[in-house]
């Protein structure tokens, strides 16, 4: 599965947590191809943020400014937050799994997932841009 477009690229910007809070708070719309559709949010990043922008509101002047220095006068069109959140998750599972030695048993209590998604997760490699 592809990495959802720009979350990747917003992560790197403003950090994995302050990307899928951001995404969270934005509308999202109803985007259709040929055979299926998803639900994505849309987000115009102006080229300066005043304090009372609703992104400075969301993360901050600070990450909002960082995000207006790297995005700043584009259209960003990532998935929705829920596509976010588990692509988060699933680099945590595979972070402990690989790094921290932690068991699939304990892992599947810890994430409420089947032991079968746990280790289907912890065999897909993370490649950058985009999770396989």
């Not at 720009?6 to 790197?12: H, S, V």
């Not at 708070?25 to 990043?45: H, I, M």
């Amino acid at each position: 599965m592809a990495t959802p477009d720009n979350f990747r690229e917003i992560a790197d910007v403003i950090g994995e947590d302050n990307a899928v809070r951001l995404i969270e708070a934005l509308p999202t719309y109803r985007e259709r191809a040929s055979n299926y559709s998803s639900e994505r949010a849309l987000l115009y990043v102006p080229k300066r943020i005043r304090p009372d922008h609703h992104l400075a509101k969301i993360l901050g002047q600070e990450l909002a400014d960082k995000l207006a220095e790297g995005f700043g006068g584009e259209m960003l069109k990532p998935a929705n937050a829920r596509t976010a959140r588990r692509i988060v998750r699933d680099k945590l599972i595979r972070r402990r799994a690989n790094d921290g030695g932690a068991r699939i048993p304990d892992l599947s209590r810890a994430f409420h997932l089947t032991e079968r998604q746990i280790r289907n997760i912890v065999r897909r490699r993370e490649v950058v841009g985009h999770q396989l």
